[in-house]
């Protein structure tokens, strides 16, 4: 079956400007998840969301950071007002509903801030 | 809080020769720990995990890790490396405190030659 994609793969952006970066799920996944992978900060838990409940933000670096999940599926990460340090792989996974169950991860976007 | 260490960020090996990649543990908590495999371009990919069953873990193209909680460690190991492990292997324990949060190790990563 289809695993968790992202759109777009790469993305090359000016410093100052908005991106929205995509993630489908595996379908019946109910909780998603948002990281990010960075050479100076290795991997990091950015957002996760669990059904209808208020996602868990509190790995967002700062305020130009957020993402809505509509329908229960697709995801959006937008930031805001691009800096070069936002430059990583961004990664996305999806899991079924427990708090045990196995991550399942996308190929994730490349950010590129110039 | 939870935190884990990979001990060597590079390991180099002989195809055929066994690997280990070393992986310590924090936790306050009787902790769940993963390892994931990460090959270039690629998404993240579970080998194993451990979740207070059964200490030795057999994952993956032939992967295991043993947890040992007098020593805090949750070492991978192959007894035969194979050119296609070649990849960055991430320790990763699963924070608490509610959803199923990752937090990853700094990766090893692992290089195989003829």
């Known amino acids: 079956g289809a695993g968790v994609s992202q759109s777009p793969s790469n993305k090359v952006t000016e410093k100052g400007k908005d991106v929205e970066l995509r993630c489908d799920p595996i379908?019946?996944?109910?909780?998603l998840y948002w990281y990010r992978q960075s050479l100076g900060q290795g991997l990091e838990f950015l957002i996760y969301?669990?059904?209808?409940?208020?996602?868990?933000k509190s790995g967002l670096p700062s305020d130009r950071f957020s993402a809505e999940r509509t329908g229960g599926s697709v995801s959006t990460l937008t930031i805001q007002r691009t800096q070069q340090e936002d430059s990583a792989v961004y990664l996305c996974?999806?899991?079924?509903?427990?708090?045990?169950?196995?991550?399942?991860f996308g190929p994730g976007t490349r950010l590129t801030v110039l | 809080a939870q935190s884990v260490t990979q001990l060597d960020s590079h390991v180099s090996v002989s195809e055929g020769t066994p690997v280990l990649l070393r992986c310590n543990y924090s936790s306050s908590y009787s902790p769940s720990l993963f390892w994931y495999v990460q090959h270039p371009n690629k998404g993240l990919q579970l080998l194993l995990k451990?979740?207070?069953?059964?200490?030795l873990v057999k994952g993956i193209n032939g992967f295991e890790a043993e947890f040992k909680k007098s020593e805090t460690s949750f070492h991978l190991t192959k007894p035969s490396a194979h050119m296609s492990d070649a990849a960055e292997y991430f320790c990763v324990v699963r924070r608490p405190g509610g959803g199923n949060k990752l937090t990853f190790g700094t990766g090893t990563q692992l290089k195989v030659e003829l």
């Open positions: 969301f669990q059904g209808n409940s208020a996602p868990d």
């Open positions: 451990y979740t207070s069953a059964a200490t």
């Open positions: 379908s019946g996944h109910t909780a």
């Open positions: 996974a999806s899991s079924w509903a427990t708090s045990t169950d196995t991550q399942y």
